[in-house]
Every structure is written in C-alpha cells, then in structure tokens.
C-alpha cells in the first residue's frame, strides 16, 4: 500500500512562489509515475503535471506551462512541485498521485494511489 503525504500548502500573493512537496511510503517510489492534479473550488479535478519514473520526462497542463516545474527525488522517495509566478486561478486544493508503471499520464483515471491534498491559496 502506497501512502503520499503533501506538504507546502499556504496562502501567498499573487506574483509569488511556493514549493509542494509529496512524500512516499510503501511500495517501490522508483519505478511509479507522480502526478500533481489540482482542484478549484466548486470546479473538477484538473491535471497539473506529471513526470515519469525516473524524472527524465515531463508533461504539464498549458496553463502551468513555464510557470511551474515538477521534480522527484528517487533517493529519497519525494516529488516536488516548484510554482512560479502564482496567480489567483492557481487557487485550489493540490494533489499528489501515483501510479504503479512507470510511464507519465495526465489522466487522473490512470493513478491508483492519492494523497489527502495541500491547500494553495493566491490572493491579489
């Protein structure tokens, strides 16, 4: 049984940074997928980034693109999440998810195991 605790959640003005963070237990961290997927109030969850078991791959939603940047650290069972010039629509409830290959997905029906959420709250 996998288990993913997310960290680093906090209100911050728009403009700027936060860092999420997503700590591992169970199973084999190193050979998972890691997806962060958000989700906004009163809105569906929605795919922010993933990246693939070894961190050599990369995909994110168009409306993070540049703007935040996903990472792992397979040494220590831990994947990041690194935001940039926050605004107010990055205002939700931050996920982190795993899933049991390898191989990246933006598909929030393709991760098996998810953690409680963090809370970002961007205020102008």
């Known amino acids: 049984q996998v288990q993913l605790v997310e960290s680093g959640g906090s209100e911050v003005q728009a403009g700027g940074s936060l860092r999420l963070s997503c700590a591992a237990s169970?199973?084999?961290?190193?050979?998972?997928?890691m997806g962060w997927f958000r989700q906004a109030p009163g809105k569906q969850r929605a795919f922010v980034a993933t990246?693939?078991?070894?961190?050599?791959?990369?995909t994110y939603a168009d409306s993070v693109k540049g703007r935040f940047t996903i990472s792992r650290d397979n040494t220590k069972n831990t994947v990041h999440l690194q935001m940039n010039s926050l605004n107010v629509e990055d205002t939700a409830v931050y996920y982190c998810?795993?899933?049991?290959?390898?191989?990246?997905?933006?598909?929030?029906?393709?991760?098996?195991?998810w953690g409680q959420g963090t809370q970002v709250t961007v205020s102008s």
């Open positions: 998810a795993a899933r049991s290959v390898g191989f990246l997905s933006d598909y929030e029906g393709a991760y098996y195991y």
């Open positions: 169970g199973g084999t961290f190193s050979t998972y997928a």
């Open positions: 990246i693939n078991y070894s961190g050599s791959r990369t």
